[in-house]
């Protein structure tokens, strides 16, 4: 049994936890950006650099949070099993709504991480 919602909801428990690991280590990664700029000065590169754990950080969290992955998504297929245990989307009505939804969670992580490296820049 699935819990596969078409444009809303294309991953399970064990996907899920998946993006959780990925959004602590992009914020671990993230922070640790942010104490080097806050003792050390840290150049423009480097505060440019924290891009992509905030990138790692923001797509992990709001995969996790919106239970859908982008990249399945894109590429039509879900998980409710374990992970990396993929299903294919065959109604090209869902396939379309995936992916629309998949380039919005790109859109949300992209704005979400410069947000976070912007805040880079003001410290």
């Given at each position: 049994?699935t819990?596969?919602?078409?444009?809303?909801?294309?991953?399970?428990?064990?996907?899920?936890?998946?993006?959780?690991?990925?959004?602590?280590?992009?914020?671990?990664?993230?922070?640790?950006?942010?104490?080097?700029?806050?003792?050390?000065?840290?150049?423009?590169?480097?505060?440019?650099?924290?891009?992509?754990?905030?990138?790692?950080?923001?797509?992990?969290?709001?995969?996790?949070?919106?239970?859908?992955?982008?990249?399945?998504?894109?590429?039509?297929?879900?998980?409710?099993?374990?992970?990396?245990?993929?299903?294919?989307?065959?109604?090209?009505?869902?396939?379309?709504?995936?992916?629309?939804?998949?380039?919005?969670?790109?859109l949300?992580?992209?704005?979400?991480?410069?947000?976070?490296?912007?805040?880079?820049?003001?410290?």
């Amino acid at each position: 049994m699935t819990d596969y919602v078409a444009g809303s909801c294309n991953i399970g428990p064990s996907e899920i936890h998946r993006r959780y690991q990925v959004a602590i280590t992009g914020g671990v990664f993230y922070i640790a950006f942010l104490l080097f700029i806050i003792f050390n000065g840290g150049s423009n590169i480097v505060r440019l650099a924290s891009f992509l754990p905030a990138m790692l950080a923001s797509v992990g969290f709001i995969q996790a949070r919106r239970r859908f992955c982008f990249a399945y998504g894109l590429a039509g297929v879900l998980n409710f099993g374990k992970a990396g245990d993929v299903s294919k989307v065959s109604d090209p009505a869902a396939l379309a709504a995936d992916r629309a939804y998949a380039i919005k969670i790109i859109l949300m992580s992209v704005v979400s991480a410069s947000v976070m490296t912007a805040l880079l820049f003001v410290i």
